[in-house]
């Protein structure tokens, strides 16, 4: 299997903060990459897919980049909307996997 | 309004079986992959199940494989999941998703889960 790690596991911020997160695959994926954002007691909600291609809806503040092993989810000026737990995943090889999740905290 | 609604969990004894079932609406049904998500209480996102859309295709995580079974019903818009030989391991809330396009994409768009739980 695939095994995902993103890092940091908390991070503390603020609104209006950058907010840098990366995830980091344990072979090559290409792009076959996922980003996730899930809030407490909900489902997951797809924010970007092929690495870097934002979902319909999705706040242009939100963005993906990356390819092969290394990816990374940024968010520029962090809104209060947007403390939640964020996944990736890999959809390039089954079973697909996801990350342990990144968690933005209010700082 | 594009809908994925769960149903089928509860509580069940260690060794025993559940069948969880996904009733899909809002969109076509028959042209999307679907899959099964889980998450155990506190716990990140582990995929548990997919099926292509005419069933000729599945693929499972190693932890399920050969005790949960998944399947669909392209004339009631549902999909299943069998689970049997429960273990405590397998708690959690259990989504329902589907591509986020016709064939092999992400997942897009997900139900809001049935809660299973496993314990004497």
């Known amino acids: 299997d695939i095994q995902m790690t993103q890092s940091p596991s908390t991070l503390s911020a603020s609104v209006g903060d950058r907010v840098t997160m990366t995830c980091r695959a344990g072979?090559?994926?290409?792009?076959?990459l996922a980003w996730y954002q899930q809030k407490p007691g909900r489902a997951p909600n797809l924010l970007l897919y092929k690495a870097s291609i934002l979902e319909s809806g999705v706040p242009s503040r939100f963005s993906g980049s990356g390819s092969g092993t290394e990816f990374t989810l940024i968010i520029t000026s962090l809104q209060p909307d947007d403390f939640a737990t964020y996944y990736c995943q890999q959809y390039s090889t089954y079973p697909w996997t996801f990350g342990q999740g990144t968690k933005v905290e209010i700082k | 309004e594009e809908q994925l609604v769960e149903s089928g969990g509860g509580l069940v004894q260690p060794g025993g079986s559940l069948r969880l079932s996904c009733a899909a609406s809002?969109?076509?049904?028959?042209?999307?992959?679907m899959h099964w998500v889980r998450q155990a209480p506190g716990k990140g996102l582990v995929w548990v199940s997919r099926i292509n859309t005419d069933g000729s295709g599945i693929n499972y995580a190693d932890s399920v494989k050969g005790r949960f079974t998944i399947s669909r019903d392209n004339a009631k818009n549902t999909v299943y999941l069998q689970m049997n030989s429960l273990r405590a391991e397998d708690t959690g809330v259990y989504y329902c998703?589907?591509?986020?396009?016709?064939?092999?994409?992400?997942?897009?768009?997900w139900g809001q889960g049935t809660s299973v739980t496993v314990s004497s």
């Open positions: 072979q090559s994926i290409g792009y076959w």
């Open positions: 809002g969109f076509s049904f028959s042209s999307y992959w």
């Open positions: 998703a589907r591509s986020r396009g016709p064939g092999a994409t992400c997942v897009g768009y």
